[in-house]
Antibody, heavy 119, light 110 residues
Framework: EVQLVESGGGLVQPGGSLRLSCAAS????????MSWVRQAPGKGLEWVAN????????YYVDSVKGRFTISRDNAKNSLYLQMNSLRAEDTAVYYC????????????WGQGTLVTVSS | QSALTQPRSVSGSPGQSVTISCTGTSSDVGGYNYVSWYQQHPGKAPKLMIYDVSKRPSGVPDRFSGSKSGNTASLTISGLQAEDEADYYC??????????FGTGTKVTVL
């Protein structure tokens, strides 16, 4: 059974940093692109970033470029999102998701972790 | 990277059909046959329902179908059931390994 379990969310002040983790099991993690998708409270879904199987390619939505960094450790079956210079508008539930080879859909999702940016 | 446009809500009685539209541009929906749809119940993670415009993952009922014409994609739910009441989001590949989601549609079963 595919499982994706996010952790690392919490309350952080504006300008602060946070590192999210996603532990994967039940599939060959190293064979999949992986992504982060977020959802602000009461709002819609927003793709945030994705990373190629070997970590050699990374892509970001414009609003997080230069502030967020996606990474992975295939030996630990884990995906990460380092978030710096956090803003109030980054407040959201962050989901990790396994991603198709064409990066055109997200087939399995974690339960999400809530990040709240507030003073 | 503007969100795709979906109706805020649609509704139907059990057994009826409802269709949700998803309008983008030639840079996303119209440019690729890479539209997917997700169902999200309150407090839950999204679930993939349709990918590559009209393909259904294993386990998704055939009541769910997808199509596309030009810059607009559509999700149709036939034989509406109570458990179909949820939020639905479309998503399109937008080139350069990026994706854009729709604004979301609340489906209500009357």
């Amino acid at each position: 059974e595919v499982q994706l379990v996010e952790s690392g969310g919490g309350l952080v002040q504006p300008g602060g940093s946070l590192r999210l983790s996603c532990a994967a099991s039940g599939f060959t993690f190293s064979s999949y692109w992986m992504s982060w998708v977020r959802q602000a409270p009461g709002k819609g879904l927003e793709w945030v970033a994705n990373i190629k199987q070997d970590g050699s390619e990374k892509y970001y939505v414009d609003s997080v470029k230069g502030r967020f960094t996606i990474s992975r450790d295939n030996a630990k079956n884990s995906l990460y999102l380092q978030m710096n210079s956090l803003r109030a508008e980054d407040t959201a539930v962050y989901y990790c998701a396994s991603t198709s080879s064409q990066c055109d859909y997200f087939d399995y999702w974690g339960q999400g972790t809530l990040v709240t940016v507030s003073s | 990277q503007s969100a795709l446009t979906q109706p805020r809500s649609v509704s139907g009685s059990p057994g009826q059909s409802v269709t949700i539209s998803c309008t983008g541009t030639s840079s996303d929906v119209g440019g690729y046959n890479y539209v997917s749809w997700y169902q999200q119940h309150p407090g839950k993670a999204p679930k993939l329902m349709i990918y590559d415009v009209s393909k259904r993952p294993s386990g998704v009922p055939d009541r769910f179908s997808g199509s596309k014409s030009g810059n607009t994609a559509s999700l149709t739910i036939s034989g509406l059931q109570a458990e179909d009441e949820a939020d639905y989001y479309c998503c399109s590949y937008a080139g350069s390994y990026t994706s854009v989601f729709g604004t979301g549609t609340k489906v209500t079963v009357l």
